[in-house]
């Protein structure tokens, strides 16, 4: 995505304005969402793709040399020391356009983040 381009109403908008090899990571990204995640709706936020449940599942974004996964990941350590190779510095995810894209890691992802969004809800319902 180009810092420039108008800015994106839709995630369609979005990964229709980036490269043709991107496009199908991206949408393989917001298939893994929308299965993990069926209720969750789709927006564009600080002007990239997101999906909200209750709060932020994830950011996701196209940058030159790899995809950002947003927010950083917290509260499952062995989730944690599989992401290692992929955390930048201050903790969102950096996937390398150059090797394979951990779908799977991805996949555990979203799913780690769907699961802190409904505890979340269910302790603000009980409190």
């Given at each position: ?28 990204i917001r298939r893994i969402v929308q299965d993990a995640a069926p ?89």
């Open positions: 995505m180009r810092a420039n381009s108008k800015i994106p109403a839709t995630i369609d908008d979005y990964i229709e304005a980036c490269p043709r090899n991107v496009q199908s990571i991206l949408q393989r209720e969750a709706v789709e927006v564009i936020s600080y002007r990239m793709p997101a999906f909200k449940l209750n709060g932020i599942v994830i950011y996701f974004a196209a940058f030159k040399n790899h995809i950002g996964i947003f927010p950083p990941i917290k509260g499952d350590p062995k989730l944690a020391k599989a992401l290692e190779g992929y955390t930048g510095p201050k903790g969102n995810l950096r996937f390398p356009m150059d090797e394979p894209i951990p779908y799977g890691l991805i996949k555990r992802v979203v799913s780690h983040r769907v699961k802190q969004l409904r505890a979340k809800t269910t302790k603000t319902k009980k409190g």
